[in-house]
C-alpha cells in the first residue's frame, strides 16, 4: 500500500488538469441532472425524488441538495459530514466513525445509493465511500421505496457521481491539516475526441486520527468517458478503484470511565486505543464498474439503462473492551477499576454486486391544462457477502495496556454466507394541473430471495404505493401533502437464528414550500411515521452485535430548512429538525437520538480587488441530549459546536482554511445504555492549496 500511496502522490504532483470553479455568485442553476448543477447556496432541481429531472418546488416531498461547493466549504470530510448541515439529519451518530459513513434520518438509518442504484447491502463488508468523488449528495427524506425497491422508512442518501463535460477544466489541491493529515486531489475534465470526454478524479491520503495508532490512508482513482453517439443518444462509463488502510476510530470505551467518573481513576482521554498495534486494521479494497445510457427514442420519450457491477474485500481485525456484560460496573472486582474484559475479532468478507435500474420516460398532454411525465422501469440486483472470522477473550488494565502482550484470534472459526435477489417494477405518473399543480402518483411490486447458511430461504413481496400534491397558491407559496409506504427485506439472521422479516412502514406529510424567486427555498414540513421490524440492539444478550426486531414504531416530527442567496455575495442555510420517537413495545428501540437538531451556516465572499477575493464562512450545529434506555438509563448531554472558513481566491489559486469543532467542545455523540460511549470529533483544521484551470 506504502508503494502505491507514493507512487500515486508522486504523479498527482505532476498532473497538469482542468476543472469547473463552482462561483459563489452563481445563484442560478443550471440544467440538467448531472454535476453540472453547482451552485453554493440554493439548489432547485433533483432527481432523486421522482428519477425525472424536476423542479423542487413541484415535487410533494422534501429534498436536500448538497453540492460538491456547499459540503467542501463545510469542511466535510466524509458522506457522513456532508450532511451536518442539513434538517432531520443527525450526522456521525457514533462519532467520527472511520470504518461507515453513520447517520439517521427522522430517526432513523437511511440507505445510501449512487447514481439511483444502491451500493451497500452490508455493515462490516466494505469502505466508505469518497465525498470528492460526488458533484453532489441528494437527501430524501421520507419513504422512496415506490422508485427505488427496498428503502429506507427514513429516507434515502443518493450520491451524485462526477462526470465527463464537454469543457476542459480542472483543479489540483493539496492539503496539510490535523493528525498530520496529507492529501492530494486532482480532478479533471473536458473533451477527448469530437463526441467522447474524459474525466480523472482522485485522491492519496496519508492521515492519522484523533486516536492513537489508526492511520486514515487512501488511494482512489475514478475514471470515466461519455460519449455523444448523436444528439440522441448518450452512454456513460464511470470506473472506481479504491483502497484504504485504515483502522477503527471507534473505541467503545466504557460509560464508567468517559461519562460517568470511575472511582479516583482518570477520565479516558480521546485518544485512547484499545488494541493491538499494527495489527488491528480497517483494511479494504473496492472495485466498481458502472455503466448508464441515455437514448432519445423520440422528442418527448426517453430511454434510460443503468447497471453496475462491485466486487469490495475488507480485512477488520479489532478489539473493544467488554462493558455489556455488567454496565454499571464493567471492571474486575478488586482491580481498583481498571482491569476489563477485551473482545478480539478477526473478520475477512468479500462483497459482489450487479444492480441495474432501466425506464422509461414519456411526456404528453390529456388535454390543453394537463401535462403528464409518466415513468415505467425494471430494477434488480444481486449480492453476496461472505466471512469468515475468529474471536478471542482476556483481561487488560484500561489505564496501562501491555500492547506486545495481547493475543489475537485467527479468521479461520467461523464462516458465513448471505445472498439476496431482488426484481421491482415500478410506474409513475406527474400531472402537472394549470401549470400551478403536481400531483404524483406512484405503485411499486417488488419480489425479493434472501438466504444465508444459518437459515432457510426466505422469499418475500410487496406492492407499496405513493401519493402526493402540491400546488402554488401565489407569493410562491405551495403547500403539499404526500402518502407514502416503505418495504425494506433484512439479510441475517437475529440472535436466536430466525431469519429476519421484511421491515415496512407508512407515511403521511405535509408541509408548505415558499419559493418567491430564484436564489430562495424555504421548506417547512411536519411528519408522522409508523413502521414495524426494525433491527435493533437485542438487550437480552451481553454481545452488542446480537441483533432483535422491534414492533410498531411511531415517530413523530417537524423540519424547517430555508437557504438564501442574500445581496452582496451572502449565502446563508437555517435548518431545524424536531423528532418525538416512541415504541410501543421496547423503549430501547429508539436509544442514543436527539430529539432537537439545529444548524445555521452562512458565507461572505467580498471582492478585494480585480482577480482577488476573500470569503468568509461560519456554522454552528446542536443536537439536544439524548436518552438511552436498557437496564439502565443514560443520558448523553447536549453539544453545540463551531465550524469555519477562510478562503482567498487570486486568478486560477486558491488558499482555505478550514476549522471543524473550532472551539475544541470536548462531547459525546452517543452513549448507549448496552455499556459504551462514542467520542465526538477533536478540533481539526485543514490548509488548502490548489489551482484551477
Keep these: 500500500m506504502q508503494g502505491i500511496r507514493r507512487s500515486a502522490l508522486a504523479g498527482v504532483a505532476l498532473s497538469m488538469l482542468w476543472s469547473q470553479v463552482a462561483r459563489a455568485e452563481d445563484a442560478a442553476p443550471a440544467e440538467g441532472e448531472d454535476d453540472r448543477i453547482i451552485v453554493t447556496g440554493v439548489v432547485t432541481q433533483s432527481y432523486a425524488g421522482t428519477k425525472t429531472d424536476t423542479p423542487l418546488i413541484e415535487t410533494p416531498q422534501p429534498i436536500t441538495v448538497v453540492t460538491e461547493e456547499m459540503f467542501t466549504a463545510q469542511g466535510a470530510i466524509s458522506v ?16 467520527p466513525d472511520s470504518r461507515v459513513d453513520g447517520a439517521t434520518v427522522r430517526g432513523v438509518d437511511p440507505l445510501q445509493f449512487r447514481d439511483g442504484m444502491r451500493d451497500i447491502f452490508s455493515y462490516y463488508a ?9 458533484s453532489r449528495i441528494e437527501l430524501v427524506r421520507g419513504p422512496a421505496s415506490v422508485l427505488f425497491g427496498q428503502g429506507s422508512i427514513g429516507g434515502i442518501i443518493n450520491l451524485v457521481s462526477k462526470t465527463p463535460e464537454f469543457e476542459t477544466r480542472g483543479s489540483v489541491d493539496l492539503v496539510y491539516g490535523s493528525f498530520d493529515r496529507k492529501e492530494a486531489l486532482v480532478d479533471v475534465t473536458g473533451p477527448l475526441v469530437d463526441g467522447l470526454a474524459g474525466r480523472i478524479v482522485a485522491r492519496v491520503r496519508d492521515a492519522g486520527t484523533q486516536v492513537d495508532h489508526v492511520p486514515d490512508d487512501r488511494v482512489m482513482i475514478a475514471p470515466s468517458l461519455t460519449w455523444r453517439a448523436s444528439d440522441t ?20 470505551l466504557p460509560i464508567v470511565g468517559t461519562l460517568y467518573p470511575n472511582g479516583t481513576n482518570p477520565r479516558l482521554p480521546n485518544n485512547t486505543f484499545i488494541g493491538k498495534p499494527g495489527w488491528d486494521r480497517y483494511d479494504g479494497r473496492l472495485l466498481q464498474g458502472t455503466g448508464i445510457v441515455r437514448q432519445q427514442l423520440a422528442t418527448d420519450v426517453t430511454l434510460s439503462l443503468k447497471a453496475r457491477y462491485i466486487d469490495s474485500d475488507l480485512t477488520y481485525f479489532t478489539h473493544y473492551p467488554d462493558s455489556y456484560s455488567n454496565p454499571a460496573d464493567p471492571y474486575v472486582e478488586g482491580s481498583g477499576g ?9 473478520s475477512i468478507a468479500r462483497m459482489n ?3 441495474t435500474d432501466n425506464n422509461m420516460q414519456a411526456k404528453f398532454n390529456t388535454g390543453a391544462a394537463i401535462e403528464h411525465t409518466l415513468l415505467a422501469g425494471i430494477d434488480y440486483s444481486w449480492n453476496e457477502v461472505t466471512k469468515r472470522g475468529g474471536i478471542g477473550y482476556e483481561f487488560i488494565d484500561i489505564y496501562d495496556i501491555d500492547y506486545d502482550a495481547l493475543t489475537v484470534p485467527t479468521p479461520d472459526q467461523y464462516a458465513t ?12 405518473d406527474q400531472m402537472r394541473l394549470w401549470d400551478r399543480v403536481s400531483v404524483v402518483l406512484g405503485a411499486r411490486r417488488d419480489w425479493v430471495r434472501t438466504g444465508s447458511d444459518s437459515s432457510e430461504t426466505r422469499k418475500d413481496h410487496a406492492t407499496t404505493l405513493r401519493a402526493g400534491i402540491i400546488g402554488e397558491i401565489g407569493w410562491g407559496f405551495s403547500p403539499f401533502f404526500s402518502y407514502t409506504e416503505s418495504f425494506f427485506p433484512i439479510a441475517g439472521t437475529n ?3 430466525n431469519a429476519f422479516v421484511p421491515q415496512r412502514g407508512t407515511q403521511y406529510e405535509a408541509g408548505m414550500k415558499w419559493q418567491p424567486d430564484a436564489w430562495t427555498l424555504v421548506t417547512v414540513t411536519g411528519f408522522h411515521i409508523k413502521e414495524s421490524n426494525r433491527p435493533i440492539d437485542d438487550p437480552s444478550t451481553p454481545d452488542p452485535t446480537d441483533r432483535t426486531q422491534s414492533g410498531e414504531l411511531t415517530t413523530r416530527g417537524f423540519e424547517i430548512e430555508a437557504s438564501r442567496n442574500l445581496p452582496g455575495n451572502f449565502d446563508i442555510l437555517l435548518n431545524y429538525g ?37 470569503r468568509l464562512g461560519a456554522g454552528v450545529r446542536h443536537n439536544s441530549s439524548s436518552t438511552s434506555v436498557g437496564s439502565w438509563t443514560i443520558r448523553t448531554p447536549a453539544y453545540t459546536l463551531v465550524d469555519a472558513l477562510a478562503s482567498i481566491d487570486y486568478g486560477d489559486w486558491r488558499f482555505s482554511l478550514n476549522a471543524n469543532n473550532l472551539l475544541g467542545e470536548t462531547f459525546y455523540a452517543s452513549c448507549l445504555a448496552r455499556g459504551d460511549c462514542f467520542i465526538g470529533a477533536d478540533r481539526n483544521i485543514r490548509a488548502t492549496v490548489g489551482v484551477r484551470f
Design 80 to 95: 457522513s459530514d456532508t450532511l451536518n448541515y442539513v434538517a432531520g439529519v443527525t450526522a456521525n451518530t457514533y462519532g
Design 126 to 134: 466494505s469502505i466508505r465511500s469518497d465525498p470528492f468523488n460526488f
Design 233 to 252: 443518444t448518450e452512454i456513460s462509463l464511470i470506473g472506481l478503484y479504491q483502497e484504504d488502510d485504515g483502522g477503527s476510530t471507534s473505541q467503545f
Design 338 to 346: 481498571r482491569v476489563i474484559g477485551l473482545y478480539s475479532d478477526a
Design 353 to 355: 454486486i450487479f444492480s
Design 417 to 428: 454466507r448471505e445472498t439476496q435477489k431482488q426484481l421491482g417494477a415500478y410506474v409513475q
Design 495 to 497: 440472535s436466536s437464528g
Design 578 to 614: 424536531y423528532n418525538k420517537l416512541k415504541a410501543n413495545d421496547n423503549a430501547s428501540a429508539f436509544s442514543y437520538l436527539p430529539r432537537n437538531t439545529a444548524s445555521a451556516w452562512g458565507t461572505k465572499t467580498f471582492k478585494v480587488k480585480d482577480g482577488l477575493s476573500l
